[in-house]
Every structure is written in structure tokens, then in C-alpha cells.
């Protein structure tokens, strides 16, 4: 692993955005701005929006051009607080209850601080983020909260709100500097009003069409040009049709990928319907697409590019 | 003077230097010793039985209340027994309303305004019956009706049971209030009410002597109080959780008669469990799990009533399921939901696109369980093609054998009620109707 070299955090907006561009990383300017205003707030930034729309990225991203460390916390129903904050090495505790036991000097309350010592405590993502040195806080990344249930919900808005931990046996962990969190979440659940307030709130849109070509651009270089703005407006369309779901920008970027892969530079409707798949994950909306509805797209794709030239 | 005169009718007695009329005074002090302790006493014990929370140590704290801030004209006197008696925001209409109707009955505030104002207070006759009304009422004047004839329950404008339109009719509209009885026989059948597949398992432990799993974070706490002596086993086992509950309410015109009961059916199991999402729909799809939040239940109605553009309207269940699950099944359907979907299935619009509906439906869910009140009578037949349509694609269809009381639906939802249920045995008439 290469050392972290931790930077201070950007002082205007225009200096978040061109943070976030020097790591590849397209945003438009609402998003630098509320990224700007939660790391001058140190206030959590909370993202929502469709699967697909690059908002994990956003922490990886930042973590990379602030070179801080990136702690990311997946959460998952049923996740509770040995798996998210710590737990204690049980194993080793009873053969170092053995152990004294053995040695003859049992005395009670030494024990106690020797069995829950740090020694044997087992540190998850929450305690993790609570580490940080002054001027070099962690990215906390909390992925997809909605697939925790609320009483996680619950004990997360006193992390947020005080950025301490308290181990019974140990005390209570304080965060030298509060580690910059980002939490996403996909909106399979409203999250409650209460841990939204708390945060500054941002909506991840889908990107329009300028900013989707500057995307794919970026991250599939190779792509022939004609291909990518082919791509970028076919999958514009496409979210203008009435789907079950409409493709988001990480599958506009496994397709123009794919179409590379397969050396195509230019669409045609064979080539759709044999790849449609990258694009759609509902048979419903494949079967749609697949029928008719693809051709006439891609010609007003075409139409419109030509009229661009 | 003509105040003071007033206070003293009421009260008993007056103390203070108004008496002898050398300053005007604004605030007069009344005397413990007369009624006014009791009239309290009474009211308190009026809103008590419309279900507030009121025990008797408010009862004398807002004696006392009243007797420290004295009484300076209704609006005082409103807000100070509010003060004390108002602890929940729910409470407030209830209060409002008991207040109103009690110092009225009484004549008591109202004589008093009267005597010293010039203008005769409003009493314009109010068209809508105010939230918490009839529950208050009831409450007040117990025992002197019963010759009263029961108020119509839900006022319905055009009676268009069994037939069903497509076209968008938008109508209000005004639901009886709920009686205390109602509300306590409400909470008392939901929480009985034992869904079918009611409990999931997570992930997550509760201690239990009789679990099957080790706990070992409570067996060194418990060894370590014990200085290691002894390390004890302890159990615990994996927790149950009610998964989210979906509820979608067909309130078109064949199925006006019964939205009453499943408002207040929804209002009862939003209070009694933690993830509950409600939705009508009748010609287009409106969420009412907001409303339904509001913890007094005839406020809750009202809220409903007014978010509800299509009561008892045409109907187009296809719609408006394609509208959920293209904009709400992957918000609200998450952890497992169970989706109740009441509607008797009479469609006319697009049936194939119904079926597809349905289907997409019961792929996002745990379990769908279809609700008919139709299927109470005996002669019933899969005949429409709506209903055909959606048979095939639901986990359970159950009956509703009276719609007229709540504990009737509760209990045919119930998972002891299970006879009957298993979808299939409806296919093989459905088909004969297809051919």
C-alpha cells in the first residue's frame, strides 16, 4: 500500500470541482457545491439516487484526491453493532483468563482491565472512523442505508451527531477530527426525517447529455468518437421511455466498453439487440427495446447527430 | 362590574379589590370552594372517555393552573387547562373540540363572553363536523341519546356498486367520525390480527436461555463480574421482525361502501406496527402513509379525505398498480413486504396489461394476498376478466364475509382463517369462463 499523503480540503467551490475533475470524476456544479459546503460544515453529505449514477465513486474519489484513508461501511439488513463498530476476541480473552487463572494471581479487578484491554479489541468500519489524526480524518463511507433496518438507523444518528463511541469497558472513543462521511443510499426505504436533517442532502441525478459524452469520454478513451455520442444518445432516449428501469451512467459505460470490445464504431440495430443486455435488466423492458422501438430509436439518433454535423 | 358579577355567579365567590369597584380589574381570582373545581373535575373526565390521557393528578394541577393564572377571558382559560391537560399533539383537536362543546352545554364561558361583549358570539351552524366531534359528544352527553336514531355511516353520492367505470370521476368526501367504541373494538381486533407469514428472521440476536447459538459478548461480561471464575454459557437466538406491510385500497364507486373501514383499518395498523405504507387507488394511485401517521384517527381521515381526488370513482386498477410499481415498489417493497390488495377485480380498461401488472406485482413482494368482498357471496365466479386476469399471479385470495365492522376484515386476514385461501382452486372455473 503507498503512503497517504493527506491534503487540505479545497477552498472554494471551483476548487472542489477541479479537485473532483483531476481524478476523473465529472460532476456538474450542484454537486461541488454541496460537497464543497459539507467539508467546510463537517457536516455528513447524504446522497440519494438511482443505482448506477456514480455515488460511491464520489467517496472513492475523494478519498483518493485528498489522500485520506477511505473506510466504507456496507451495510446490510441485520447489521448490528459487533459487525459495524467493534467486537471483542473472545478466544484470546478466555486463554488470557487461562492464563492468570494458571499464574495464581487472580485479583478482580486487574483482570478486568487486562481481559478488555485494546489489546483485544477487534475494530470494525465505525470505530475505524473515529481514528483519524487532526488534519488527516478518514473518508467514512456509509454504502446503501437503506438496506439496514432502523434501529441501525437509530444508533448511527448518535455517531453523526456527536462522533463518539462509547465501549462500555473501555470508555468512550472520541474522534480527534470527525471523519468526512458520505452516506448513499438507493431509496429502497425512506430513510427518516430525523438522520436527514442532520446531513446536507443531495439527489444524484442522471447526468444530461453534454456531461454523459464528457463521462464516457473519460473513462472509456478508447471508444471511437462517432460510438460514444451514438451511445450518450441512445441512452438518453432510452430514459426519456417509459422502463421499469431506465439504464444509469455506469451502464452507458459498460456499453460503449462492450461495444469497444466487440469493435464496433458505429451502432446498428443487430448489434443492439445482441447487447441490449449490458443496457437493460428487465426482460419486460429488453423484450420492448428489442422490438421495433430500438430501431426507431437509433434512427432518431442518427437524424439528430446528423443534423449536429 | 358586570364581569366581576359574572365571576362570582360562576365561582361562588370572588376575591380581590374589584369587589368594592375602586379599580377595574382584568384578572379575577376564583374561588376554590365553588364550582369551579368540580366543572373541571367534569371536564377532565369528558375528555377522558374520548380517549385522552387525563389522570387526576392533571385534574388538580389544572386547578391549580387555573386558579394561578386566574381568568383573564375564554381564550386564557383555553390555553391554560390546555397547558395542563394537552400532552400530546394528537390530543389537540379532541381538546378543541371538548372545550368547544362542554363550556357551551354548560353555558358557562359562553354567558361569560357574552356579558361582556357587545357582539353575541358566533355560533354559525358548521357544515363539516369537526375531527374528534362525534367521539367528544359522545363522550359528554352518555346516556341521553339513546333514543337517537345512529347518524348514516359514510355519506355515499352515487351508489355504483358492481359496476365498474373507467372513466375519472373526481369526488370528495366526508367520512362519519369514529366513536370511542369503534377506535378501542379497532385497536383491540388489530392486535389480534396474526397475518399469515407475519415474522421474519434476521440477523440480528436477542438473548434466550433457549436459544441454540452462543453469546459469547455476554458470557465474558457475566465471567468477568464473577473474576474469571467461572465462564457460564449463555444463548441467544436470532430476533423476529414484522416485515413491512403494503396495503393497497381500491376505493372506487363498487367498493365506496367499504373505504370507510379500511381507512380507519389503516389508520389502526399504522399505530400498532412500525413499517406500514398505505395506498388508494381508484382512477389514479395516491399514498396516504403520511396521513395515516397522524395519530388521532378521525384527523387522519379528514387528511385522507382531502388527498383522495377520486373517491368512489371509475376504475382502473391496471393503471394504477403499473403507476406503483413503476414508482413505488422499489421504495416501499424492500426487507421483504407483504402487500394486501383489496379490490373486487372488476376492471375494465385494459385487462392484458393488468395481468402483467400483477404479475410484476407478486415478483417484488414476499407474499401478495388479494382481499375480495365479492367473493363473499356464495354464487361467486371468477367471471369478470379482471378478476380472471389477476387470479393466477396473487399467493392467497381471501374472502371478506361482512365488510361492515373492521373486526370482520381483521379476521379475514387472519392466518387462523387460512381454508379456502390457495388461489388455484378459483383457476379451473376462471378457465371454463375464458373459453
Redesign the interface.
Known amino acids: 500500500m503507498t503512503e497517504l499523503k493527506p491534503r487540505g480540503l479545497p477552498q472554494s467551490i471551483d476548487e472542489t470541482l477541479d479537485l473532483l475533475t483531476a481524478s476523473n470524476y465529472v460532476a456538474d456544479r450542484a454537486l461541488a457545491t454541496v460537497l464543497f459546503l459539507s467539508l467546510r460544515m463537517k457536516r455528513p453529505l447524504f446522497l440519494e439516487g438511482e443505482a448506477g449514477v456514480g455515488k460511491t465513486e464520489i467517496a472513492k474519489v475523494l478519498a483518493e484526491s485528498l489522500g485520506r484513508r477511505l473506510i466504507r461501511l456496507q451495510c446490510y439488513e441485520g447489521l448490528d453493532v459487533s459487525s459495524a463498530v467493534y467486537e471483542w476476541n473472545y478466544a484470546a480473552q478466555m486463554i488470557e483468563i487461562r492464563m492468570e487463572e494458571a499464574s495464581g494471581a487472580v485479583e478482580r479487578s486487574a483482570m478486568e482491565r487486562n481481559v478488555f484491554s485494546e489489546k483485544y479489541l477487534i475494530r470494525r468500519p465505525v470505530l475505524d472512523a473515529l481514528t483519524g489524526k487532526a488534519g488527516a480524518a478518514p473518508v467514512f463511507l456509509i454504502d446503501e442505508l437503506d438496506r439496514t433496518d432502523e434501529a441501525f438507523e437509530a444508533f448511527l444518528l448518535e455517531i453523526l451527531s456527536d462522533f463518539q463511541v462509547t465501549v462500555p469497558e473501555l470508555g468512550t472513543i472520541r474522534a480527534e477530527e470527525p471523519p468526512i462521511v458520505i452516506i448513499t443510499t438507493n431509496r429502497t426505504r425512506e430513510i427518516h426525517d430525523a438522520l436527514k436533517r442532520r446531513c446536507l442532502y443531495h439527489w444524484v441525478d442522471y447526468p444530461d447529455a453534454a456531461r454523459e459524452l464528457e463521462i464516457v469520454r473519460t473513462k472509456v478513451p478508447q471508444a471511437n468518437s462517432r460510438l460514444s455520442a451514438q451511445v450518450v444518445s441512445f441512452v438518453q432516449r432510452l430514459r426519456q421511455i417509459d422502463l421499469f428501469k431506465v439504464p444509469g451512467v455506469a451502464e452507458t459505460i459498460d456499453w460503449a466498453g462492450a461495444l469497444t470490445e466487440l469493435d464496433k464504431i458505429a451502432l446498428d440495430p443487430e448489434t443492439i439487440s445482441d447487447t441490449i443486455g449490458v443496457l437493460l435488466k428487465y426482460q419486460d423492458d429488453i423484450a420492448r427495446i428489442g422490438q421495433g422501438e430500438g430501431r426507431r430509436i437509433l434512427d432518431e439518433v442518427k437524424a439528430e447527430l446528423a443534423a449536429a454535423e | 362590574m358586570r364581569r366581576l358579577r359574572f365571576l362570582s355567579l360562576l365561582w361562588g365567590g370572588v376575591r380581590g379589590r374589584g369587589m368594592t369597584g375602586a379599580a377595574p380589574i382584568t384578572v379575577a381570582r376564583p374561588d376554590p370552594e365553588g364550582r369551579m373545581a368540580d366543572n373541571i373535575v367534569y371536564f377532565a373526565r369528558a375528555l377522558r372517555k374520548a380517549g385522552m390521557r387525563v389522570g387526576p393528578a392533571s385534574v388538580k394541577d389544572a386547578i391549580e393552573a387555573v386558579l394561578a393564572a386566574g381568568i383573564g377571558g375564554r381564550d386564557d382559560f383555553y390555553w391554560t387547562l390546555h397547558s395542563v391537560l394537552v400532552s400530546r399533539h394528537e390530543d389537540h383537536a379532541v381538546f378543541d373540540e371538548a372545550f368547544r362543546l362542554y363550556w357551551k352545554s354548560r353555558e358557562l364561558v359562553e354567558k361569560m363572553l357574552a356579558m361582556f361583549s357587545p357582539v353575541a358570539p358566533d355560533r354559525r351552524e358548521r357544515v363539516k363536523p369537526r375531527a374528534a366531534e362525534n367521539r367528544v359528544s359522545q363522550a359528554l352527553f352518555e346516556g341521553q341519546q339513546k333514543n337517537r336514531l345512529p347518524r348514516e355511516v359514510p355519506e355515499i353520492e352515487v351508489d355504483a356498486r358492481f359496476t365498474a367505470a373507467g372513466d375519472e370521476v373526481l369526488r370528495g368526501k366526508d367520512f362519519a367520525q369514529m366513536s370511542a367504541a369503534e377506535i378501542a373494538q379497532a385497536k383491540k381486533a388489530i392486535s389480534e390480527l396474526r397475518l399469515p407469514f407475519d415474522l421474519v428472521t434476521?440477523?440480528?440476536?436477542k438473548p434466550d436461555p433457549h436459544g441454540r447459538r452462543v453469546d459469547?459478548?455476554a458470557?465474558?461480561r457475566s465471567?468477568?463480574r464473577m473474576?474469571?471464575?467461572l465462564?457460564l454459557p449463555k444463548f441467544r437466538s436470532a430476533r423476529q421482525?414484522h416485515p413491512p406491510l403494503v396495503v393497497l385500497a381500491d376505493i372506487s364507486g363498487s367498493m365506496s361502501q367499504y373505504s370507510r373501514i379500511f381507512l380507519h383499518f389503516l389508520h389502526a395498523l399504522t399505530e400498532k406496527r412500525?413499517r406500514v405504507h398505505a395506498f388508494v387507488f381508484g382512477t389514479r394511485l395516491t399514498n396516504l402513509s403520511r396521513q395515516m401517521r397522524h395519530r388521532d384517527p378521525d384527523e387522519a381521515l379528514a387528511d385522507c379525505a382531502l388527498a383522495v381526488k377520486d373517491w368512489s370513482g371509475g376504475t382502473r386498477i391496471g393503471e394504477a398498480l403499473a403507476e406503483f410499481?413503476?414508482l413505488w415498489s422499489?421504495?416501499?417493497l424492500?426487507?421483504g413486504a407483504i402487500v394486501l390488495l383489496i379490490t373486487d377485480g372488476l376492471e375494465r380498461d385494459d385487462v392484458e396489461g393488468l395481468a402483467?401488472e400483477v404479475e410484476?406485482l407478486h415478483k417484488s413482494c414476499r407474499r401478495l394476498i388479494w382481499l375480495n368482498p365479492l367473493l363473499r357471496f356464495d354464487g361467486f365466479e371468477p367471471r369478470a376478466r379482471g378478476v380472471r386476469a389477476m387470479l393466477p399471479h396473487v399467493d392467497e385470495f381471501r374472502a371478506v364475509h361482512n365488510l361492515d365492522a373492521l373486526a370482520d376484515l381483521v379476521a379475514s386476514l387472519d392466518k387462523r382463517s387460512a381454508q379456502g385461501v390457495d388461489p388455484r382452486r378459483w383457476l379451473e372455473p376462471a378457465a371454463r369462463f375464458a373459453a
Do not use: Y
Open positions: 434476521t440477523r440480528r440476536f459469547p459478548r458470557m465474558m465471567a468477568s473474576g474469571g471464575e465462564i421482525v412500525r410499481n413503476r422499489r421504495r416501499v424492500g426487507q402483467g410484476r
